[in-house]
């Protein structure tokens, strides 16, 4: 009897499925050293003896309580270890504990914040703070799930609060430890973001913890890949691990770990708008606003910024700030292209002088004149620093 189409369906998903499988497995091609319990001691044991060796003096390892290191863990996502430094003392000088940071001004945080990018992290801090002293009485949690539960905190930065300052038995995966596991398992075909590899690369994690010491453990794994196993050359010769590592052994450092297909760039023109006055003999006075919610870089200052993708011209991109003033506003001369980049748009920022028709009617807030010492106290944009600081020159 021949089988049914509904069968036959059933038979074609079921073969489909098998073979999606098999290509996932086959993508995912790597030794799996890691489930061979002798390969983690000695991989443990010579990882952790390099650590207390080598490990570098940086502010928030003296003392890691929790809040020091969650101050410096949102802090080192984007951002090199060696920028971070000031940035980390500064704030715990504005800040030294987590009621003060509750209590902060958002523009003084973000002030403190300037320069270091990514402002939703420190946006993201100043909430979870609120609600460390609202939930739970000014003290940092200490469970996964309530830390995980504060603003800006994922499954990694939660992990690594705990197993650092509290040696947690948790895993961590960042950047350096995506590229160190898969380099030591020989993960081959994947990159370490997508989400089968990003899934084997967790499994590993937690499989390779200690149970002293998880914490060394999972900052050692971090050190080794900002300082040995790097990126680009890779120093195998001085490795604690050589001999190890699969990657290394096979010889295929260079092409582990995998890349995604690179990101494509799109060039774009945007303008901004200079617009002074000056009272009496004092100094001159820009006009300047905060962005507002939901604006690229909210909550910081700047001078009038036209970001549509359409505005061709100084004279368009007046026309538009006319609109939003509710005066006319005529373009000037050009005073600086600056060149900068915004995720995948590389933007080409043109700065113009631009007068107001009826400079006796200010624009309404959030706009205001601001003189330059003025503008310097406030948390302003990177674009809008470098135009201030043009202005003052
Ligand atoms: S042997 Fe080379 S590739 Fe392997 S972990 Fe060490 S530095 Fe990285």
Redesign the pocket.
């Known amino acids: 009897m021949s089988r049914s189409s509904t069968e036959r369906h059933a038979v074609a998903a079921k073969l489909a499925k098998k073979k999606s499988a098999e290509t996932q497995s086959a993508a995912l091609q790597h030794d799996a050293v890691w489930q061979d319990s002798d390969w983690r001691r000695a991989l443990r044991r010579r990882l952790q003896n390099w650590y207390s060796r080598n490990a570098r003096d940086l502010p928030w390892r003296r003392e890691p309580t929790l809040y020091r290191v969650w101050v410096s863990e949102i802090m080192c996502q984007q951002t090199q270890v060696a920028t971070v430094i000031p940035y980390f003392e500064r704030f715990l000088d504005a800040f030294p504990d987590i009621a003060s940071l509750a209590a902060a001004e958002e523009q003084t945080l973000l002030s403190l914040w300037e320069g270091l990018g990514y402002y939703r992290r420190a946006r993201s801090m100043h909430a979870a703070a609120k609600k460390i002293m609202e939930q739970h009485g000014g003290e940092f949690p200490e469970s996964f799930e309530e830390v995980i539960d504060l603003p800006g905190v994922g499954r990694y930065t939660a992990g690594a609060i705990l197993s650092i300052s509290r040696q947690a038995k948790l895993p961590i995966l960042e950047g350096n430890t995506q590229r ?1 596991f898969s ?2 398992v020989a993960l081959r075909g994947a990159a370490p973001v997508e989400p089968s590899a990003n899934r084997l690369l967790w499994e590993i994690a937690e499989t390779l913890l200690p149970r002293k010491r998880p914490g060394d453990f999972n900052q050692a794994s971090m050190e ?1 890949g900002a300082l ?2 790097t990126p680009k050359q ?3 010769d001085i ?1 604690p ?2 001999g190890l ?1 699969a ?2 052994e096979r010889g295929l ?1 260079a092409e582990i770990p995998g890349k995604l297909s690179k990101i494509k760039y799109e060039d774009r023109t945007e303008f901004a708008l200079v617009i002074a006055q000056s009272i009496g003999d004092e100094d001159r006075q820009f006009l300047v606003r905060q962005i507002p919610a939901g604006g690229r870089w909210e909550g910081l200052w700047d001078f009038p910024r036209l970001t549509e993708d359409a505005l061709g011209s100084a004279d368009q991109a007046a026309d538009q700030l006319s609109r939003e003033l509710g005066v006319s506003v005529s373009a000037g001369s050009r005073l600086a292209v600056l060149k900068h980049s915004v995720t995948r748009y590389r933007i080409s920022l043109q700065v113009h002088e631009a007068t107001l028709g009826n400079p006796s009617d200010p624009p309404a807030k959030p706009w205001k004149y601001c003189s330059l010492t003025e503008i310097e106290q406030l948390p302003m944009s990177v674009t809008g620093r470098q135009i201030a600081k043009m202005l003052g020159s």
């Open positions: 160190v380099r030591w080794l040995v196993c890779p120093a195998c490795c691990v050589r590592c990657a290394q450092t």
